[in-house]
């Protein structure tokens, strides 16, 4: 008897939908000798019937509605590729569950908003949802964490996972460019997202972030604790002053479980020049992943596109077919914790830019507000400098943020201070 077909139901015909329909016409053959089954689609779903997406739709059944393709009788598995928390990927997820279909899916906003529920409806409904291509586009970190670290407590998460934002960074430092311009460019190039702030305001990588730190932790997806902050006030001169001192700025995710609750970080942060995650240029992403017995492993690769995303999507598609039927999150939706948020981050160093008046003493204020706040300097720098101003980099100590937070409150008062002070977190990767 010949195995049984999964057949899929595709709604979303972008890149990644057009990716996904590609692989499943061109690797037909190896799709079904790896899984023991055929794959194939039966029916797909977008916004406009007619357009031209450089790929046949004949062999499928259309459907104008996605939630009417999800409840097809003969779809076996939901595959949403839509994008959006809500509307039409939200209504045709929990369609597909109710009518007893596994779920694959690219999008992480939905499931950083409402994950929680719609991994509880999947286990209601013996279903399964699986999301590998939502985190870091073509690397497998889900799988990494769900089965490859599973006999691990987790200690740390941290990563790159906006490739856009480490496009503009790198691109940045290399072309000497304000960020005005290099977004610009990255806009000109459709690197953004349609509302570009997903991008650069830390959302996107916020939402994977949440998504990782609950499979890593054991605990309900949080994305607003998430403290997010995005890469619009990284200035050109905060990175090169930062390579001056042997570091690159890069939006950095870390999510790590403390005595005070978990941490969940979206940020500007300088990581050493030549750690692994200083060296990433471009619109690639990272994920360094700490674990008890295993230490740290580094997993880098694509992050978005075409074919890295379709890639992550068939593993769940290959998996569904082989018979793999893992909960969500790694664990059943209702042994998860509701994460308790850390009120406050991990002390670290933290990289200090300032521009001082060119008067006798100045450094030593600055000095003794470091020193009244416990705060240690462990570098110091002074540029040469304009007739009335200096500009002046320190590297301090691990400190309490809070502690750094009262001291530059001090440094407001004094009549030494040309600028603001820039305070950038450094990571220790
Ligand atoms: P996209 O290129 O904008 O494609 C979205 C598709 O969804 C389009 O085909 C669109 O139809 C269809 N669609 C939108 N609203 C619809 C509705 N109401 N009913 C039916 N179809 C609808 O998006 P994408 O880049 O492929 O992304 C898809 C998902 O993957 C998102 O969740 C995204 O966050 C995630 N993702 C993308 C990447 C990437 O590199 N692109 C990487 C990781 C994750 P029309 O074509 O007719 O307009
Ligand atoms: N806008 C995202 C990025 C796409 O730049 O990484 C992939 O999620």
Redesign the pocket.
């Known amino acids: 008897m010949s195995p049984t077909p999964l057949r899929l139901g595709v709604a979303g015909l972008g890149t990644v939908g057009t990716g996904v329909l590609r692989i499943v016409r061109q690797k037909a053959n190896l799709l079904a000798a790896r899984s023991g089954r055929p794959i194939e689609i039966v029916a797909v779903s977008a916004r406009t019937r007619d357009k031209d997406r450089g790929v046949p739709l004949d062999p499928y059944a259309w459907e104008d509605d996605p939630v009417r393709l999800a409840t097809r009788d003969d779809v076996d598995v939901f595959v949403e590729l839509m994008g959006g928390s809500d509307g039409p990927a939200k209504a045709a997820t929990e369609a597909a569950l109710a009518a007893g279909k596994d779920v694959v899916t690219a999008n ?1 906003a939905m499931l950083a908003i409402h994950g929680q529920a719609l991994a509880a409806q999947a286990e209601a409904e013996g279903r399964v949802i699986r999301f590998e291509a939502a985190v870091a ?1 073509g690397i497998p970190v889900i799988k990494a964490l769900t089965e490859g670290l599973a006999g691990n407590e987790i200690t740390r998460v941290m990563g790159v ?5 480490n496009y503009i960074l790198t691109r940045m430092e290399s072309a000497g460019l304000p960020y005005e311009e290099v977004f610009e460019e990255a806009n000109a190039l459709g ?1 953004l ?1 349609a509302d570009p702030q ?2 650069v305001g830390g959302i ?1 990588a916020g939402h ?1 972030l949440s998504l990782l730190a609950s499979i890593a932790f054991g605990t309900q997806v949080a994305f607003d604790d998430v403290e997010l902050e995005g890469i619009g006030d990284v200035t050109i001169e905060d990175i090169r002053r930062a390579a001056d001192m042997g570091f690159r700025i890069k939006l950095l995710g870390v999510a790590q479980m403390t005595g005070r609750g978990l941490e969940q970080r979206m940020a500007p942060c300088l990581v050493p020049a030549q750690s692994p995650l200083g060296q990433l240029e471009g ?1 690639t ?1 990272m994920v360094v992943l700490e674990g008890d017995h295993v230490g740290q492993i580094v997993l880098r690769g694509a ?2 596109g075409e074919g890295p ?1 379709a890639s992550a999507v068939m593993g769940d598609v290959m998996d569904i077919a082989r018979g793999v039927r893992l909960s969500t999150f790694g664990q059943p939706a209702a042994e998860l914790a509701a994460a308790k948020p850390a009120k406050a981050a991990m002390p670290a160093p933290f990289y200090l830019r300032m521009k001082l008046l060119d008067k006798p003493g100045a450094l030593a204020k600055i000095a003794t507000i470091l020193g009244q706040s416990g705060i240690s300097i462990d570098r110091m720098r002074q540029y040469r400098h304009d007739d009335t101003t200096a500009p002046i980099l320190i590297v301090t100590h691990t400190t309490p943020r809070a502690a750094l937070d009262e001291a530059l409150t001090a440094m407001e008062g004094l009549d030494v201070v040309a600028e603001a002070p820039v305070a950038i977190r450094i990571e220790s990767v």
């Not at 996972?161 to 934002?165: I, L, S, V």
């Open positions: 992480k586009g996972m906006n490739g856009t934002c690197y997202e997903l991008d996107d994977k619109g992403n992050g978005a995303t």
